[in-house]
């Protein structure tokens, strides 16, 4: 569940960027700003539905949750890491990852160009 959250999110704010790069002909700085602040509210909104939902267990609420508690924590620990991935890491990943590219594209052309 904790993994088809976060790819979820992270899938979603990239292909707004890469939308946003391809039809607007934005900057990958520009479009993948764009793209994390369009998504910021249903990543948010997500994350926090589903920390609500495993919080009792986190808490040891209820008859026999000591045995429950830490997949509780693991989840509730798991969330919140993917909040910081999301919306910190892969933002950063998505512009090393475009420039990267294009050094590569550069390096092919100009490899080509001497064979």
């Not at 793209?35 to 609500?52: D, H, Y």
């Not at 919080?55 to 798991?78: Q, T, Y």
Request: charged share 20%; hydrophobic share 50%.
């Amino acid at each position: 569940m904790l993994i088809g959250i976060v790819k979820k999110n992270a899938i979603m704010m990239i292909d707004f960027a890469l939308d946003a790069e391809r039809k607007e002909g934005k900057t990958p700085e520009e479009a993948i700003f764009q793209g994390a602040l369009i998504r910021f509210r249903p990543i948010m909104m997500t994350t926090m539905s589903a920390l609500m939902a495993t919080l009792p267990i986190a808490l040891g609420l209820g008859a026999g949750a000591e045995s429950r508690r830490p997949l509780g924590m693991a989840v509730v620990g798991g969330l919140i890491f993917s909040q910081i991935v999301t919306l910190y890491i892969s933002p950063v990943m998505y512009i090393y990852l475009d420039s990267f590219q294009k050094v590569v594209r550069r390096y092919l052309r100009r490899f080509r160009g001497k064979a």
